[in-house]
Every structure is written in C-alpha cells, then in structure tokens.
C-alpha cells in the first residue's frame, strides 16, 4: 500500500470527470488499498481517486464506529446512483481536498447505489443517513464537484479566497 497525494482546491485536476474501469482487477485493488490508507492516515471517512489526481471511478469509505449497520470498509468501482429520496438531511461536511472547512450540506436522506466490490462483483447498497451523504460526497469528486458546489456562490467565494490565501501563504514560506 501507498499514501497517495491529496489535491487541494482549486487545483484543475479536481473539477475533471472519472472514467469507468474495465473491470477490478490487481491494478485497481491496488488503487482501493491506497484510497484506504490514505483515508485512514487523515483521518477521513471517504477518499475519491480524483482527489489524487487518478481519474478512474474508484473511492474508499469508512465510517468506522459512526456507521451502525456496515462496519467495514467499503470500496466502490463505477458506482452509480439509481435513486435518492425526496426527503433530506442537513451534514456538517468536510473534504481533504477543502482543509479547514466545515459547513452544513443538505443532501437526500437516502440513496440507492450499485458498484463493483473489491472482487469485481456488482452489489447494490441501500443507504441512509451518514452512510448516504458519505457515498454521494463521494460520488460527486468522481464527476469533479466539490461539496462547496453545494452552497450559495458567495460562501464559496469566500472559502475560495481563503483557500487562494492559504496556498499563497505556503508557497511563500
Ligand atoms: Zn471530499
């Protein structure tokens, strides 16, 4: 397993789509081992290929002890949302890709999603909750939307500058 780089906003490469894999092969496991450990190294409940710079449909999440019924991590090739509910919830959302930012988003409550597992096997997940807003968070950086897309432009503009400002500041040091 590898850590991989994690792109910070507004880095082009974030904004570009995710191909589908062929299949999940060693290569792609491979890929789902490194989404993982980088998640876990940050301490994220969710990791998207994309946010590395990799443009293949692949992601990582795990919610650990915050999830009551999937306690393992789960790992998703070509995911596809078949439905999500009328119904909502408010998330405090945040994203490795947006550091130091933390906002309320409002998402379905619950979606339906189809995969291919880490054993190339087609599953389909019926989730609800943080479960939910984890997958489509996740499913978005794969058709290269950041959660601040979800938010009025001016708040966005404001996270922008502060992110514009942060990157300045690293470089300069
Ligand atoms: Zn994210």
Redesign the pocket.
Known sequence: MALLEILTAPDPRLYGKAFPVQKVDSAIRKLMDDLLETLYENNAV?F?SM?AGIQKRVLAIDLGERNNFFRKPLLMANPELHWVSLETQVTKEG???VPNVWLDVIRPLEAHVSYLDENNQRQHLKAKGLLADCIQ??ID?LNGI??IEHLSSLKREMIMRKLMKNKKNKGSL
Request: net charge negative; glycine share 10%.
């Open positions: 969710g998207a946010q994203c490795l890709s968070h996740e950086h950041l959660f």
